[in-house]
C-alpha cells in the first residue's frame, strides 16, 4: 500500500519543520501570517488603479493575493526603495533583480549575499489543489504507521541506551572482575593490637587522676603510629627483613608487583597500603594489620614492627628519664664538691693557726685572766693593808708591789693575745671569726647537699614514674585463608563508580544538549 502524499506530510515531525525555518529565518509564503488575512489596502492598491502605467497594469493582473503584496512592500522597506504603491514596490523589486515571494531569495538579501547580477523573475503561483479527505481506513493506517514509528523509535534509543551501558559501565565492571577473581594475587593478613602503659608509681596532685586512662598515653600512642608508617620504618624492615624483595617476586600480580628498579616512594606507597596502623583514642589501642602474599612473611613483619615500636617506646622515655636525673646528678654532685670545699678550708684554717677549738682556746684564757685578776685583787688588799701601818715594813711593801706589777703585765699579755695577738701570730678573736664563717659556710653546703640529695630521690621517682612500655593485648597470628583481594566487594565497588561517572556524565550531557537547543 503506497502512502499519499498528504500521508507523507501528516507524518513529519513539525519540530524539524520549526527548527529550519528558525535556522534560514524565513518562513514559507504559505505559512506566513502577518495577521490581515487576505485584506486588501485601497490605499496601496489603489494608486496603482488609477495609473495607466503598463507595468503595473501588468503585475495588477497576475492576480497577486493582499499577503504577497504586504510580503513585497515590507522587502522594499528593508532594501530602502521608495513607492507609491504595493504593485510599485514589486516593480521596482523586480527591477533590482529580487523576487519578494522566494524564500530563498529574501534570505539571501538578509545575509547580503544577494548579487546584483542574478536575476530571477517572478513566476505566478498555481493555486494548489485542495486534498481530498481521508477515509477511515487511511486514517487508522496512518495512525498504526505513527505508533509503529514510534516504537521503533523507543527501542533505537533503548538500545543505544544498552550500548553506552555496556560501553561505560559493564565492560569496565567485567574486568574489574576478571582481575580480582583469576589476576590478582591472595594476600594474607596478621592482625596484632598493642597498648602503651604507664609504671603505676604513686603520685599525688591532679596528674594522679589520669593515671591508668588512655590520656596519659595519648602522645606516645601517636607518635608510635607515626613512626610506623614513616619512611624510617619501611626502610628498617626492607634491610632487615627485605620487605621490597619480597613485593618483587614474579609471583605477584602487575599491579601490585614492584619493579626491581622501584624508587623508595614506590615501595613506601606500597608500604602504605600493606601496612595499617589505627589509633582507637576511646580505649588507647594501637591496631596494626600486615599484608603479605604468604602468612609466615606477614607474621615476621608484624612481629618486627611490634619490636621497633617498643624500642621507640623505650627511647622516648629513656630520653626523658635521662634529662630529669642528669640535672638532679649534677646539682647533687656540685653540691657534695663544695661540701668537700669547705671542710678543706676550715680544716686548712686550724692548721695554720694553730687551733683546734678557738672557743675553747677562749675560754681557758678567760679563766686565766679571771684567776689572776683575783689573785691581784688580793694583793692590793694586801698593799693598802701595809699601807696603813704607821711604820710598815718596807721589804713587804715593795714585794706587795711587784708581785701587783707582774699581775697586771701578765693579765695585759693575756688579754692582748684575745684581741692582737703577737707579731706572727693571728689574735684569738680573728681566727675565731675565719673558722666560725668557714664553719657557717660548711653548715650551708651541708644543708644543700641534703636538699640536693632529697632532689635527685625525687628525680629518680619521678623517672620511673614516667617509664613507657608496651605491651601486646593481641599478639601476631599466621592467618590460614588470604583477607585479600576481596573480590566480591570490589566489584561491587567498581560497578557502583562506573556507575555515579556515568550518571554525571548523562546528567552533564543533557544540561548541555539542552542549553544548546534554546
Known sequence: MTTPPRAKRFRLRPEE???KRRAQNVLPEDEVDDGFGDRVFPTAAGTAEGTDDPELAAIRDEGLSARQLRTARRVAQKNGLSFTSD???????????????????????????QSTDEVHLPQ??????????????????????????IVRRRRRRLMMLFARLAVLVFLPTLIAGIYYFRIATPLYATHSEFVIQQSENPAAGIASMFRGTQFATAQDSIAVQSYLQSRDAMMRLD????????FSQPLIDPLTRLEPDATNEEVYRLYRKMVKISYDPTEGIVKME???????????????????????????SARLRENQMKDALAGYQEAERRVLEAQARVQTLQEEMGVLDPLTESNAL???ISSFEIELQKKRLELEQLLDNPRPNQARVDGVRGDIERLERLITQLRSQLTQGGDSSASLAQVMGQLRIAEAELETRQMLLAQ?????ETARLEANRQTRYLETSVSPVAPDEPAYPRAFENTLLAFLLFSGIYLM?????????????T
Do not use: C, N, W
Open 124 to 149: 505566478k503561483v498555481p493555486d494548489t489543489p485542495v486534498p481530498a479527505p481521508l477515509t477511515e481506513a487511511e486514517r487508522a493506517s496512518e495512525i498504526l504507521e505513527i505508533q509503529r514509528d
Open 505 to 517: 556524565l548523562s546528567i552533564t550531557a543533557s544540561i548541555l544538549r539542552e542549553q544548546a537547543t
Open 366 to 368: 678567760m679563766g686565766q
Open 17 to 19: 519543520g520549526a527548527l
Open 239 to 246: 634491610q632487615d627483613h627485605g620487605f621490597r624483595a619480597h
Open 87 to 113: 504593485f510599485d514596490a514589486v516593480r521596482q523589486l523586480r527591477k533590482r533583480g529580487i523576487d519578494p515571494f522566494q524564500p530563498s531569495a529574501l534570505l539571501k538579501i538578509v545575509d547580503g549575499r
Open 290 to 316: 600486615v599484608v603479605a602474599a604468604d602468612p609466615e612473611t606477614s607474621k615476621r613483619f608484624a612481629e618486627a614492627l611490634i619490636g621497633y615500636a617498643e624500642e621507640q617506646v623505650d627511647q622516648l
Open 452 to 456: 640536693a640529695v632529697q632532689q635527685l
